[in-house]
């Protein structure tokens, strides 16, 4: 049998963790990574090619003969890469740019939830600062703001009073902090958060095992959102009813649901929901797999995830997906000021001692090679994952791993998973 050559779009943890799974394929040869990282690069031959260079990304799949392409970031699918690769009659995982927006517009993915009788949190939207600033100040607190485009993860403020509200409002509609767009307004909701991925095509859906991310930057859940400081999976507090639940009344109606607005979706839908006391409601759904949950479900993926990218590709049947019961917790390692502002190329020590450990998986985020050794390159560095029988054990043994890497300008969160351990 001829290996596979694969091409992954992106360059982050997550883009680490779909190249790591794809290098367990029997199926796969060559992996190509762009642009990819100095990490990936151990494992993947990395492209100087952009996310959002669809075009160019297409030359390169068809010059280098690549049987599979698998996109990572969300930008690259709101630009149109599928819709470009199918016309050339390449194969390509992911959504069309008209399927992506159900992460691309936050008002789409409200609208179609309340078609599709999807429980989720009261909304509005607005474009009219006036008019929204009007709402809000006459309703309760705290309200959920969401800039209604793409904001890589930080286009949502859980406003506690009308000061914090106020200034949101003013980002979003009067400074156009990212870029021209709407506001939708949300009730707050209470519960524990979970991430539920699963694989699409079309009306039919697969489940991945669930897992629960950290957005605040620090620990207790205090400080800014960040893209997330970690994960977990599985996630205790969700039973087997949640996830059938979800099943049916979310991911099977929304799957539906686009399908019958002839917007058919094709690969990760990822549901960010809540545990309510009403039940599961939805917080958002993303077009792509989730980061940092993507660097904890997929080294628990068994299967050969090369024959599920195919199946849902080129809609034949699904082989079974079975998934590791060990638990598996991850530490993002951030760079100091990150969300904020933080200074790059500060030396990476001890990764080769962490990963002796056993057990262990180390996604890069943000590295670059500089003199032969790994150097900070961006806000989120690495993610440490430990693998244990339980999460307790895994924590323990993704800190000590940890506790190996050696730099300056590093920090995390001890207490990943403090909900459940």
Known sequence: MEKKKVLVVGGGGRCHAIVDALSRSEKVGKIYCAPGNAGIAVQAECVPLKDTQVNELKDFALAHGIDLTVVGPEVSLAAGIVDVFDAAGLRIFGPTKAAALIESSKDFAKQLMAECNVPTAAFRTFDDYAHAYEYVREGSFPVVLKYDGLAAGKGVVIAENMTQAEL???????????????????????????????FVDGDKVWPMTVSQDHKRAYEGDKGPNTGGMGAYSPVPIITDEDIEYSMEKIMKPVAAGMVAKGRPFKGVLYGGLMKTPAGVKVIEFNCRFGDPETEVVLPRLESDIYDIFSAVVDGTPMPEIRWSAKAAIGFVLASKGYPGSYKKGFVIDGLAEAEALGDIRIYHMGTAEKDGKFVTSGGRVLMVVGFGDDLKSAHAHALKAVNCIGCDNLFYRKDIGWRVL
Do not use: I, W
């Open 168 to 198: 949101a409002l003013k980002d979003m509609l009067l400074d156009d902090k990212f870029g021209k767009g709407r506001v939708v307004v949300e009730e707050f909701l209470t519960g524990p958060e979970f991430s539920f991925m699963c």
